[in-house]
């Protein structure tokens, strides 16, 4: 069973950085996706940022373009998304996901969830 384990997470003052790391425990061929999602209390959860393991094909939100990056490094199984310019609405639950979606941004076509990570930003 594959399994997905977030860091990196915590409280920073708005407009400063973070990086989350997504570390899954092997390859498998029941996920080319990897995409990070968000949930606030009493919010839905949405899709931040994905990337495809096999083309690199990349998915930002409108509310992350510009400040935010994903990125992965196949050797170690890790997706990263380096989050800059961080501001209060940011403040979430991240949620590491793996799978093949069709559309990225779709948190139900993921079959694999990490634990999450709380992102905090406030002065």
């Known amino acids: 069973q594959l399994q997905l384990v977030e860091s990196g997470g915590g409280l920073v003052q708005p407009g400063g950085s973070l990086r989350l790391s997504c570390a899954a425990s092997?390859?498998?061929?029941?996920?080319?996706?990897i995409g990070w999602f968000r949930q606030a209390p009493g919010e839905e959860r949405e899709g931040v940022s994905c990337?495809?393991?096999?083309?690199?094909?990349?998915y930002y939100a409108d509310s992350v373009k510009g400040r935010f990056t994903i990125s992965r490094d196949n050797a170690k199984n890790t997706v990263y998304l380096q989050m800059n310019s961080l501001k209060p609405e940011d403040t979430a639950v991240y949620y590491c996901?793996?799978?093949?979606?069709?559309?990225?941004?779709?948190?139900?076509?993921?079959?694999?969830w990490g634990q999450g990570t709380q992102v905090t930003v406030s002065s």
């Open positions: 996901a793996a799978g093949r979606p069709n559309y990225y941004s779709d948190w139900r076509e993921y079959r694999y």
């Open positions: 990337i495809s393991s096999s083309d690199g094909n990349t």
């Open positions: 092997e390859f498998s061929l029941d996920y080319d996706v």
